[in-house]
């Protein structure tokens, strides 16, 4: 099983990015797929999460009204657009995947986990 986490990267603020979670070894479409963040020297944090068939999306209250989860269960992939990006956003993202229709907020309830992308965010 591998998650990839990919599209982090140096932007600064107000500015967007996607990032993308490819999947292999996994029957995609039977898992919920959850986004979650770590900053320096803190712990790791939920962000969003979308269920296995897309239709349903929860969000962190620091990142809802800009942040969009979407997914392409043909492709295996997850994405994350995060717009107006400020410097709090700045973490190494992860992206999570639990078998089951609906996400989780709890990293300890997702069974694989990608390698994380660094997201940075200047002023």
């Known amino acids: 099983v591998q998650l990839q986490a990919s599209g982090g990267g140096l932007v600064q603020a107000g500015e967007s990015l996607r990032l993308s979670c490819a999947t292999s070894?996994?029957?995609?479409?039977?898992?919920?797929i959850g986004w979650f963040r770590q900053a320096s020297g803190k712990e790791r944090k939920f962000v969003a999460t979308i269920g296995w068939s897309g239709g349903s999306t929860v969000y962190s209250d620091s990142v809802k009204g800009r942040f969009t989860c979407s997914r392409h269960n043909s492709e295996n992939t997850a994405f994350l657009q995060m717009n107006t990006l400020k410097i709090e956003d700045t973490a190494v993202y992860f992206c999570?995947?639990?078998?089951?229709?609906?996400?989780?907020?709890?990293?300890?309830?997702?069974?694989?986990w990608g390698q994380g992308t660094l997201v940075t965010v200047s002023s």
């Open positions: 999570a995947a639990v078998r089951a229709r609906w996400g989780k907020r709890a990293p300890n309830e997702y069974d694989y």
């Open positions: 070894g996994i029957s995609f479409r039977n898992y919920a």
